[in-house]
């Protein structure tokens, strides 16, 4: 079973690229992960010492403020060579490319006051874990423009156990720091990479536009403490695809915000596609929107998603106090085993900042389209709870197939919507035939490619998914 699903993985990831449009704006774009730089140094050049052991904050530091003169001269490029580099916390200036060498390794430092203490994000009003600053990522970008983080398979590995023990321990004084963040960025790529460990979030992109996130393995232990994959968070115009994850928490979570805080800031996230992703969490979701959605999530496309021996598939996660909304989603092609729960939606999640949040407040979930979706030993096909006097509205489940070991297959409640095609057959609000009037129900249509050949990714998907689904269930 894992080898096929390896093998159909692989198969997926060597299609070539193909810009894709939402509402005729690029965001699956060619990247520039291998753009020349005229100017390039080496770690090496500024005293780093690549033994695991001595701390190279100092040189980071150095080798970037060197390099910021090339800034408006074509651009830099930082190398660094195969080693172990330890590290604190260091930031990155705009046109600039961090490439990592095959074998080479950075470290975050355990030690915390290598990570500064930075302002909470004004989205969510206070850290998120604990009132008041948070820890800098180990990488870090705030008002960037053209960086790139990419390399030969190079590895980044926060070393974020002492982090996870003191949180356990509830020694925190702050937040813990995520493995890289970028904050008011536009044209962020990181690519070709392995990310180990994070102390918190993996990759957060927040308030950023034009992210193109592919062609990562991010792994951390599976008990591990909420060391999310990739979080796009009050961001638009992201890509993220040809991934593997394997974390202690969400694969891939959406998010804009924090209650009032995120209400107010008013930042949504739009026009995210995510395709041909591979993993596993056994505490969360593979694809999951939320739960702090405050801001909004609408026009996103998740495409070719494959996830084994986790604890859901795809969720929606709010509560009454977040307001925003999530609207317009399509999840397509999915194929799923040994997930207790396939298909999650929530609307009593998650604690609030401080007592300031409107209960009142309530979200607005519409228009969520879910089809072609395989599953094998599913524990339930649909945990699917609204919010009473807020129901989600135009959830539409079209050729869905689940082999499902609880009685009864769904659980359903204040919630709307259409269905076709579904086995076991689903909830009794959700059995009602998707109506000819397709505006009820979030479509493909949206999404187009720009080029002639832009069918060959979809008509390969399909071809793809029916080889695998007969093969699926002789196993």
């Given amino acids: 079973m894992k080898r096929s699903l390896l093998r159909v993985f692989l198969v997926l990831a060597t299609i070539s690229e193909i810009p894709w449009a939402i509402n005729g704006s690029s965001v699956c774009k060619q990247s520039r992960s291998r753009a020349f730089r005229p100017h390039s140094v080496t770690i090496t050049e500024f005293g780093a010492v690549g033994d695991g052991v001595t701390l190279n904050t100092k040189a980071f530091h150095n080798a970037i403020f060197y390099l910021h003169s090339f800034a408006d001269k074509g651009g830099a490029q930082l190398f660094v060579p195969a080693g172990r580099w330890l590290t604190g916390s260091f930031s990155l200036i705009s046109h600039l490319t961090l490439w990592l060498d095959e074998g080479a390794v950075i470290l975050g430092s355990k030690a915390s006051n290598d990570w500064p203490l930075i302002a909470p994000l004004p989205s969510y009003g206070r850290g998120r874990e604990l009132p008041g600053r948070r820890h800098q990522s180990l990488i870090y970008g705030y008002n960037l423009t053209d960086v790139v983080i990419t ?275 689903s909830c009794e609000l959700l059995r009602e035939s998707i109506p000819e009037d397709s505006s009820v129900c979030y479509s493909s249509n949206h999404l187009r490619p720009e080029s002639s050949d832009g069918t060959r990714l979809v008509s390969t998907m399909i071809k793809l998914r029916a080889m695998y689904r007969g093969e699926f269930w002789r196993k």
């Fill in 151 to 425: 390399g030969d398979n190079g590895t980044i590995d926060g070393q974020g156990s002492v982090w996870w023990h003191w949180f356990r321990n509830l020694t925190l004084n702050y937040t813990r720091p995520h493995l890289v963040e970028f904050i008011n960025s536009t044209g962020v790529v990181i690519s070709s990479l392995t990310f180990l460990n994070s102390p918190f979030w993996t990759i957060h992109p927040v308030y950023c536009s034009q992210v193109h996130v592919h062609n990562l393995t991010i792994l951390a232990p599976l008990d591990s403490p909420n060391t999310d994959g990739i979080d796009p968070d009050s961001s638009n115009d992201v890509c993220i695809e040809d991934c593997y994850i394997r974390t202690g928490d969400d694969l891939i979570s959406i998010k804009s915000g924090w209650d009032e805080y995120g209400i107010a800031y008013a930042r949504p996230s739009s026009n995210i596609i995510i395709r041909r992703l591979a993993g596993e969490t056994q505490t969360s979701a593979g694809v999951a929107l939320g739960s702090e959605m405050s801001g909004g999530i609408s026009e996103v496309h998740v495409e070719g998603l494959q996830l084994v021996n986790s604890k859901s598939a795809i969720r929606i996660k709010t509560a009454p106090g977040r307001g925003g909304y999530i609207r317009n989603i399509y999840i397509s092609d999915v194929i799923m085993s040994n997930v207790k729960i396939a298909i999650r939606f929530t609307g009593q999640y998650g604690d609030h900042p401080d007592e300031n949040y409107d209960p009142n407040a309530l979200p607005t979930i519409d228009r969520i389209s879910l089809k072609d979706i395989i599953g094998k030993n599913i524990s339930v096909a649909g945990l699917m709870e609204g919010i009473e006097g807020d129901n989600f509205l135009n959830i539409c489940l079209s050729n869905i197939t689940f082999s499902v070991t609880s009685d009864p297959p769904w659980n359903c409640s204040y919630i709307q919507g259409y269905s076709n095609l579904v086995f076991p057959e």
